[in-house]
């Protein structure tokens, strides 16, 4: 299945019905008067979180979408029926913006939350509306509203609470890999990892944590370069992040400063994000040079050693997976007190 995470749709409310002119005529009823009956009002657009999508492909095929029309008023007063609502699916995580403005018209992040994204027009009114007593017999009637019209971009963020970050080749895959049941495509060479992965890593308690691998950031990447501006959204509504460095690299600090000079860049709040520093790969790397590069990456974690890794032998997975869990819980304890 094709990852999409931006379309861009038009969405139109259904139109209302229009009233009628028309006069009550009965078998003995004289003199009836006017029994034109409104228009239905037309159908309003909604978009709906479906916790069973994960991408916004369909919107490739399919840009434009109209509500019902409302329907024509009726003799006798009878009013036209109302247009049926469009609601259209969304995967959960579905940020909503005008195309025009660039404002944020919602976020749908729960499962069956809906949003309103176009009203349908009122109906119009029929002859019945008008009767007064200087005008007894009105020949006047309205149609109905057009419905709103509105030009949205839905861009897709990844509900996920860990997000893993690092240039390419730095481990992220094979981690989310070892962690969860993601499988994710691994291999040897830079930009393996195309669109984001998403895996469910178990806390100790029994329940789930979502933790999502994005492709590689490089040198630029905020700015548009590679791929990381294309992802980085992904990682907005993340809670702690995961910075992999690849410790047989050869300037370790180098590419720490890399990725940290693209999260300020991008913005969003990214740079003031928890962070854990994870140096990868650490089999590959003799315990000498280890130990120099722990205590030179040291000052830039806050005065805590960087936590070392290998996903490929299994070394520190479980110091790593207590150290996500601490900082998890510490952050629901301050959100709680």
Known sequence: MQFIDLARITVRG???????VAFRREKYVPAGGPSGGDGGRGGDVLLEADPNLQTLLDFRYRR??????????????????SGAPLVIRVPCGTEVHDRRTG??????????????????????????????????????????GEGEEWELQLELKLLAEVGIIGLPNAGKSTLIAVLSAARPRIADYPFTTLVPNLGVV?????????????????????????????FLRHIERT?????????????????????ERE????GHGLDDRRRLVVLSKADLVEPERLEGLIGELAP??????????SAASGLGLEPLKAAVWRELGLMEAVQSS
Not at 64 to 81: K, Q, Y
Not at 202 to 230: K, M, N, Q, Y
Not at 300 to 309: D, E, H
Request: with cysteine; net charge negative; hydrophobic share 35%.
């Open 239 to 259: 809670r702690l992040l995961l910075h992999l460095v690849d410790a047989s690299s050869e300037n370790v600090a180098e590419e720490l400063t890399v990725v």
């Open 14 to 20: 259904g139109r209302g019905g229009d009233g009628i």
């Open 103 to 144: 404002i944020v018209l919602g976020d749908l992040t729960e499962p069956g939350q809906r949003q309103l994204v176009a009203m349908g027009g009122r109906g119009g009114l029929g002859n019945a509306h008008f009767l007064s007593n200087r005008n007894r017999a009105p020949e006047r009637c309205t149609e109905g």
């Open 300 to 309: 830039r974690c806050g005065g805590q050693p960087p936590l070392v890794i």
């Open 263 to 266: 999260l300020t860049a991008y």
């Open 64 to 81: 434009v979408f109209e509500a019902a029309d409302g329907g024509r008023g009726g003799p006798n007063r009878r009013s036209g029926a």
């Open 202 to 230: 178990r806390r100790p308690s029994g329940d789930g944590t979502v933790f999502a691998d994005i492709p590689g950031l490089i040198e630029g990447a905020a700015s548009g370069a590679g791929l990381g501006h294309e």
